[in-house]
């Protein structure tokens, strides 16, 4: 069992949703009709191996409500079905599990047919609490409105659109389902909506109304009109003041080019003599959470775990995941044969793996001021435990909101494809206890909430701590 344990540790990937959301499943096409009889048969392939690979499914639903709407669904199929009709019939019930690490992907062919259409709506709207305001149309005349609330978009209520897009997200907590969203808005708002060529939007402000119209667009006309944004960069650093440095870190990617960009950084930051240095994971949705452990070396002096326990569902699915990974790692065939011969006694079960503090990189830290986390609701997956392993440890400081991913929680995908459909379904196969051994169902909770001081943004609230601290 040791050796399991040993590859399922080198090999833990907690991938983020953002890329989940943007990379549907291959080789679909969404106007190819099943059978009712057919659909049936992936549903029940998609339920058993849930049931199978999962930790715990129903740790927020029932498997009862879950039978019910599966049925309701099922009898509601009238002759043929499309793969996106089906996805927009049961991806809403897969995210009822409330697991951001488990859910179905939308199918490329239709990201594609969305990307070639030359209708689309092109804005960025922000959404907090079940409404939609306005972030930015990219026409001038009407940068005014920016957070203003809309009310319909042609004809049909905000409210609407709003409760028809939340069911195709999965996770538990309401502000990141809403930031998943906003990073998606134009994928999620066709497939319940037409593409037009023209878009009557009611936004209102207070007791004002007005009435907005927005042309659709191809693709290729909205990045001409988005190049005022930046790309985004996994990981940047620049240097704020002559005391204080900023990493904007948004992905867990690429651990030999993370490690890289950390030698040059910290290089810069101690030629620099700099004495605080500010990391924004407000954007970041997870990856390699090796990254996480190279980053604390840098910062921490100590020894340290990011997940106090570990708990594996070892099945056939993931006995075969891992025996394949050690193939390709050209293992020794009888080896293998052996290892999962003893992996099925285990099969069923939940094999627990208590973390042990230790240092995996650095004898040293590499930086010995005050560290500043900027935290809020599409910090999820690994940039969580980040921010728990910071907070539980009392590396640096929180600033921002709480997390949009749980602190203990749910992880490490494994996905399957279906078998009429060929609709890519991922689902958690381990369970990830925070560094205190605590579970509230709660995100990482800052230290300094900006709820609690006038929703003012995080990085200049760690601008003006650091200022006094220095009693500027």
Known sequence: MKRLIK?????????????????????????????????????????????????????????????????????DIDGLITSIKFYKKFSPIINSFKDGHTGMRLPNDYITKIKNNDEILFINVHIKDGKIHIYDTFIDQYEKYKGWEIQSINGKKASKIYDEMLGYVSGSKLGFKESSIENNFVLYYYLNNEPKDEYMINVKNGDKKEIIKIQGISLEEAQKLNDK???????IYEKLNNNTGLITFNSFSNFEKFEEFLAETFEEINKEKLDNLIIDLRKNGGGNSRLGDLLIEYIYDGRYTQANSMDVKISDQIIEHYTNLMRETNEDKEEIEKLKSEYMKYKGECYTYKGQPSRKFLDNPKFQGDVYFLIGRRTFSSAVMLASTVKDYNIGYLIGEETGGIASHYGDLYQFGLPNTHLKIFVSHKYFTRPNGLDTGRGVLPDYDINDLGKRDALEIALEIINNKHGK
């Open 229 to 235: 944004e930046e790309k985004k960069q996994d990981y």
């Open 7 to 75: 590859l399922i540790l080198c090999t833990v990937l907690i991938i983020s949703m953002t890329t989940i959301n943007v990379y549907g499943a291959d080789n679909i096409k969404t106007d190819e009709k099943i059978t009712k009889t057919q659909a049936k048969e992936d549903i029940e392939f998609m339920m058993e191996t849930l049931e199978s690979v999962h930790p715990d499914l129903y740790f927020a639903v029932s498997k009862e409500d879950i039978d019910r709407l599966i049925n309701d669904e099922l009898k």
